[in-house]
Nanobody, 126 residues
Framework: QVMLVESGGGMVQTGGSLRLSCAAS????????MAWFRQAPGKEREFVAGIRWRGGVTIYSDSVKGRFTISGDNAKNTVNLEMNSLKPEDTAVYYCATKERPTFGVPRTSSLYDYWGRGTQVTVSS
């Protein structure tokens, strides 16, 4: 059974940094897209960043490009999200997700993902 567990959330001031991790178990993930989404109160879940380790594919939303970096550790089955220059609008619950089947790309649509973690809260104060 595929399980995803996020960690690393917390509270920081504007301009600060956080590093989120998603520990994956149940299979090896090199062939599968893995992504970070976030959901703020009263808003829809939105794509943040995604990676497919084999081929080195990484993509980002425009709102985080240049500030966030997604990376994968194949040996540890972990996906990390390094978040720098954080803004109050980055405040949300951050979720890790992966798909049931291998893909060539990394989907940006949450409904295309099959497995989700429980999320970790990130709060950026002004």
């Amino acid at each position: 059974q595929v399980m995803l567990v996020e960690s690393g959330g917390g509270m920081v001031q504007t301009g600060g940094s956080l590093r989120l991790s998603c520990a994956a178990s149940g299979r090896t993930f090199s062939e599968y897209a893995m992504a970070w989404f976030r959901q703020a109160p009263g808003k829809e879940r939105e794509f943040v960043a995604g990676i497919r380790w084999r081929g080195g594919v990484t993509i980002y939303s425009d709102s985080v490009k240049g500030r966030f970096t997604i990376s994968g550790d194949n040996a540890k089955n972990t996906v990390n999200l390094e978040m720098n220059s954080l803004k109050p609008e980055d405040t949300a619950v951050y979720y890790c997700a992966t798909k049931e089947r291998p893909t060539f790309g990394v989907p940006r649509t949450s409904s295309l993902y099959d497995y989700w973690g429980r999320g970790t809260q990130v709060t950026v104060s002004s």
